[in-house]
């Protein structure tokens, strides 16, 4: 069953009637209905066009927060091949939120990091939504080290709304977590590459996105907070957070004139949800260009330059 969001509401009227009229058709063989509903496939193919040609910021929310987007655990199963999957922090627990281990990305050894959201409640509960506590960034930063100590790339899918901010998160050292994690990706001697597959939030995004290349989905978002946290801090008010999106400056075509990313993949007309094979296809497509000039480059170079990219982050921007 088609997930609709909100603003999708006309297009979901259209598409429910040609589907009305096929089962229609399928129960009285009788009825030819199939140049209707052809008719009623084209509008909202249109339809489908002019919504998404020039989204909002807060409809690219929207999108990127999607249930039905392809996530962490389905980007592994289609392009690494041999996942070997490493667990716990060894030092308090697993955190399921995070997700990563050893795998072959066209045949390269590579280790695969990323956040898992779920797909159904049971998942989500147990991935928490893809927020990770502090074991989870421990976890990574145990992963990246023996990345690090092997010489084989990492590639670091992002997908989080942020942090779990939780009481026992606190306690057990969240943003020194974060911290460190983030200190881990800008010392690592072997290529490093980001991609945000949907949100992008907060520290508990930067901490695996301090890289050598950052991509973005073209309607995924990346931002220090969530524009309901923005505005519950600006305004008081969390239902500003249309306002709140404008101001932020949090989707892909705008970070990528302040070179804060360095490249943008492109969806499926619809959104990845509406082909999840095509998406996944495309960030495969995209690693691979990433990865094969980075592989070339020598250990002090990789880490001299992304140090110097998160240094000019902005620049770019600001002379324009």
């Not at 009285?28 to 084209?42: G, R, S, T, V």
């Not at 976890?139 to 997908?159: C, N, Q, S, Y």
């Not at 301090?210 to 600006?234: F, Q, R």
């Not at 007309?269 to 690693?287: E, F, H, L, M, P």
Request: charged fraction near 25%; hydrophobic fraction near 40%.
């Amino acid at each position: 069953m088609t997930h609709y969001l909100e603003f999708e509401k006309p297009l979901a009227e259209i598409e429910g009637k040609a589907e009305e009229l096929r089962a229609m058709a399928r129960a009285n063989e009788d009825m030819d209905i199939e140049k209707e509903a052809l008719a009623l496939d084209d509008k909202a193919a249109t339809m489908l066009v002019d919504m998404y040609k020039n989204l909002s910021p807060w409809r690219k929310c929207q999108v990127a927060r999607h249930p039905d987007r392809p996530h962490c655990a389905e980007y592994i199963e289609a392009l690494f091949t041999e996942y070997t999957p490493l667990a716990g922090d060894r030092n308090f627990a697993d955190d399921h939120a995070i997700m990563g281990g050893l795998a072959r990305f066209n045949d390269q050894p590579v280790m695969v990091i990323g956040h898992e959201k779920g797909n159904d409640t049971k998942s989500r509960i147990e991935r928490n939504f893809g927020m990770a506590r502090p074991e989870g960034y421990r976890k990574a930063i145990r992963l990246m080290e023996l990345a690090d100590k092997f010489g084989i790339p990492v590639i670091a899918l992002v997908d989080t709304p942020g942090a779990y901010p939780g009481k026992g998160a606190e306690e057990r050292g969240q943003s020194e977590a974060i911290a460190r994690s983030t200190q881990k990706c800008l010392q690592l001697s072997v290529p490093l590459i980001a991609v945000i597959i949907g949100e992008g939030g907060s520290g508990g995004a930067v901490a695996f996105a301090a890289a050598n290349k950052v991509a973005m989905l073209e309607h995924s978002i990346y931002s220090v907070i969530t524009p309901e946290g923005c505005a519950s801090i600006l305004w008081k008010d969390a239902t500003k957070m249309r306002e709140a999106a404008e101001a932020m400056r949090l989707t892909a075509q705008e970070l990528i004139q302040l070179a804060v990313i360095d490249q943008i993949i492109p969806e499926p007309q619809g959104g990845a949800q509406r082909d999840r094979d095509t998406a996944i296809a495309s960030v495969g497509k995209a690693i691979a260009s990433m990865l094969a000039p980075l592989s070339k480059e020598k250990p002090a170079a990789l880490i001299a330059a992304r140090r110097k990219k998160f240094l000019d982050i902005g620049s770019k921007g600001l002379a324009a």
